[in-house]
């Protein structure tokens, strides 16, 4: 498999956009963490009633929004009148639940401005289909990358999409080697783990399979540091600033960014 993801230091990607200075999975949280210096901006999805991919990361709607119930089971024209935000702050409340496609219009520009990549993380494997269809629709597939536990999902979109990136999500332990060979049936480009996971072993294996290990979620500078002295080769994270604090050693200044097709990062996805 070729790869993917080469960089000169470790990505920092944002869980949620800036969950801890906006509201989650929102337009001002993705705009907030390009400002803060992202290389990647992760969101979740859910379906609509009528068949419309939103962006939050719950199924109900009750934790982000002041509705409630199953998002499965209202319509966009109904999500759309909910404020995203007041839960947050009232100064938020005008925030609106975006649509996938209105995310992604955004991303992609900055994608284009500042080489900020899109990471959805497929929630449920029967949204496979929806994602096929926008992404093709849009022209992004080889514009973001695709994340989830879902392993056949993420196989089932690479066989289709050749040129998607993906990225084979862990939630639970395993011995090294079964980390790698299950990414590697997944098709994947990358490994994603619980950080608490991460061992020189399996940067090791991974290393040596051609895949570069992800993490999530790391929100102390120590942890940080860590993760970056044992190799990984991108980091999760609520708080950004978090990569700009002792006794972290990373060595470009903030808003520095990975440039797709630059000579510090390319974005390919080969099988």
């Known amino acids: 498999m070729m790869n993917h993801f080469k960089t000169l230091r470790v990505l920092r990607i944002a869980h949620k956009g800036a969950p801890t200075q906006r509201p989650e999975n929102t337009l001002s949280a993705f705009f907030e963490a390009v400002e803060k210096g992202a290389d990647l901006i992760e969101m979740d999805i859910q379906r609509t009633k009528d068949s419309h991919l939103v962006v939050l990361h719950d199924e109900t709607l009750d934790r982000t929004t002041d509705g409630s119930g199953l998002v499965r089971e209202i319509c966009l024209s109904e999500?759309?009148?909910?404020?995203?935000?007041?839960?947050?702050?009232?100064?938020?409340?005008?925030?609106?639940?975006p649509t996938l496609e209105e995310a992604?219009?955004?991303?992609?520009?900055?994608?284009?401005?500042?080489?900020?990549?899109?990471?959805?993380?497929?929630?449920?494997?029967?949204?496979?289909?929806?994602?096929?269809?926008?992404?093709?629709?849009?022209?992004?597939?080889?514009?973001?990358?695709?994340?989830?536990?879902?392993?056949?999902?993420?196989?089932?979109?690479?066989?289709?999409?050749?040129?998607?990136?993906?990225?084979?999500?862990?939630?639970?332990?395993?011995?090294?080697?079964?980390?790698?060979?299950?990414?590697?049936?997944?098709?994947?480009?990358?490994?994603?783990?619980?950080?608490?996971?991460v061992t020189p072993k399996l940067i090791d294996q991974a290393t040596r399979a051609g895949l570069p290990v992800w993490t999530w979620i790391v929100n102390d500078s120590k942890s940080l540091q860590e993760l970056i002295d044992l190799g990984v080769a991108g980091i999760m994270t609520d708080d950004l600033e978090v990569f700009f604090q002792p006794p972290n050693a990373l060595s470009q200044e903030k808003g520095t960014r990975i440039v797709p097709d630059s000579k510090t990062k390319?974005?390919?996805?080969?099988?």
């Open 79 to 97: 999500l759309k009148v909910l404020s995203a935000g007041a839960w947050f702050d009232e100064a938020f409340a005008n925030e609106r639940v």
């Open 104 to 197: 992604l219009a955004c991303l992609i520009k900055w994608y284009d401005k500042e080489g900020v990549i899109a990471c959805i993380d497929l929630k449920d494997p029967n949204d496979v289909d929806a994602l096929h269809s926008l992404l093709c629709k849009k022209g992004w597939v080889s514009r973001v990358i695709v994340s989830s536990v879902f392993h056949d999902a993420l196989r089932e979109l690479k066989k289709s999409l050749g040129g998607l990136p993906t990225a084979a999500d862990f939630e639970e332990p395993l011995a090294e080697d079964e980390y790698v060979e299950r990414t590697l049936q997944a098709m994947s480009n990358v490994l994603m783990i619980e950080h608490h996971f």
């Open 266 to 271: 390319t974005l390919e996805a080969g099988g």
